[in-house]
């Protein structure tokens, strides 16, 4: 109640979310997990009494849901404007969707990747040629490191995987640009698109790219369901992601015939109300993409102004302070200790950041030691949908403070945790 903030601040958001009344907590964690989009809770409300199995039933609940899930495809399918030859798989998430295709290459496939990855898009390649590409300073630097891994990659089929926006420094990578090399070199390309996709449009014929991972949770829907969208081949190739019911055409006493297309990997009983959410969340989005951008650009414009007027703070960036970023913000704050600064900012200001390595160790390591930090970890402030001018305006006059006259609190560490 402390921290409750006046009833304007509901209509400062473009879109309406589910708040359960907490507007008054600052959210500035969208990066990890967004909140839930209105529309997205009406629609899962709407399927819940018709709640059924897919595929398998012949009663009007598992038509619908049938319908439902199948009609999903469509969604995302036109979300990111696939080829009509590109299959859209259902998985649990970025992570789950990029497993799968690291299991659906070709065998002998060259993979590069750069350093600067989420380990979501860093670790799943396990092949023997594997090359890991350092962080780059510039777009130019990056095609050319890609150009030259892929020149000196063997014979034989090629990935590059790409970021769309890193999860780090929020900075939108150069997409377009590397997928031309990539192609070049007659290298695929696999976008992890989990950072890009709730801020921009991501289209595969635009970038260029040959496979999208994304997350329903960062899209303002709940969690449970991703999507892998790309090209059919390799997957319908490849040896099912799963095995199990609904991935089969026919099972004999020796041999089984597996079904060709997204059910080739998607077996057991699906995540229908997840895929259901996921696809209302990208209908939302795909609509008011005018009102999504135009929020987070001024909202980030004022975040990083704020920020920089906090002394001793230092940004990451990767390519650069002017380049284009989406609205995540990674920083350290000289001589203090970002766990405790994000443990005050909850528990004193009612402010909810993340602090430590957000599973890019190698990237933030770097970017630390690039930024001339003393600190071994960062704390990252993410806007989106539910951020109001309140919440950057609160968090920035809050570490200011928390800097310059310490936290109000005592705070102890616990399991490597601060807490007060
Ligand atoms: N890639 C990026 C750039 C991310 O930010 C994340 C989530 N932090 C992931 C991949 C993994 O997403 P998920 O946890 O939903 O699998």
Do not use: M
Request: net charge neutral.
């Amino acid at each position: 109640a402390e921290h409750a903030v006046p009833a304007v601040v509901g209509r400062e958001l473009p879109v309406p979310l589910v708040t359960g009344g907490r507007i008054g907590y600052a959210n500035l964690d969208h990066a990890a997990s967004a909140p839930c989009l209105e529309a997205v809770r009406d629609a899962v409300n709407d399927l819940l009494p018709w709640y059924a199995s897919v595929h398998r039933g012949a009663g009007f609940a598992s038509q619908v849901c049938t319908r439902v899930y199948e009609g999903a495809r469509d969604v995302l399918r036109s979300f990111v404007g696939a080829r009509r030859t590109d299959s859209v798989v259902f998985t649990r998430n970025t992570t789950d969707a990029l497993n799968l295709l690291s299991r659906a290459l070709p065998r002998g496939t060259s993979v590069v990747v750069f350093d600067t990855e989420h380990h979501a898009a860093l670790l799943p390649w396990t092949t023997p040629g594997v090359r890991r590409l350092p962080a780059p300073s510039s777009a130019a630097e990056a095609a050319e490191a890609l150009d030259g891994a892929l020149a000196a990659c063997p014979e034989g089929p090629r990935l590059a995987v790409l970021t769309g926006a890193s999860n780090v420094t929020g900075e939108v990578w150069p997409v377009a640009e590397l997928a031309r090399v990539a192609h070049r070199r007659g290298a695929r390309v696999a976008l992890d698109a989990a950072q890009l996709a709730p801020h921009r449009p991501v289209r595969i014929g635009e970038l260029g790219v040959d496979y999208v991972a994304l997350s329903g949770h960062k899209l303002y829907a709940p969690f449970g369901a991703g999507a892998l969208v790309g090209r059919a081949d390799w997957l319908n190739a490849a040896a099912p992601y799963l095995a199990g019911g609904g991935a089969t055409r026919s099972v004999q006493d020796r041999s089984v015939e597996w079904a060709l297309g997204p059910e080739r990997h998607e077996a057991g009983s699906p995540n229908t109300v997840g895929v259901h959410a996921l696809a209302v969340a990208c209908e939302t989005l795909a609509g008011r993409w005018r009102d999504v951008t135009g929020h987070e650009e001024v909202l980030l414009r004022r975040l990083r102004t704020r920020l920089g007027e906090v002394p001793g703070l230092r940004e990451l960036a990767l390519f650069g302070a002017e380049h284009d970023r989406v609205g995540v913000v990674s920083f350290t704050v000289d001589g203090q200790d970002p766990g405790l600064l994000a443990a005050a900012l909850s528990a004193e200001h009612g402010i909810g950041v993340r602090d430590g390595l957000f599973c890019a160790h190698l990237a933030v390591r770097g970017l630390l030691e690039r930024a001339g930090s003393d600190s071994h970890r960062a704390l990252r402030a993410s806007i989106g949908l539910g951020t109001a001018v309140e919440h950057v305006d609160r968090l920035a006059a809050a570490l200011r403070g928390l800097v310059t006259d310490g936290p109000r609190w005592r705070y102890a560490q616990q399991d490597g945790r601060w807490a007060p």
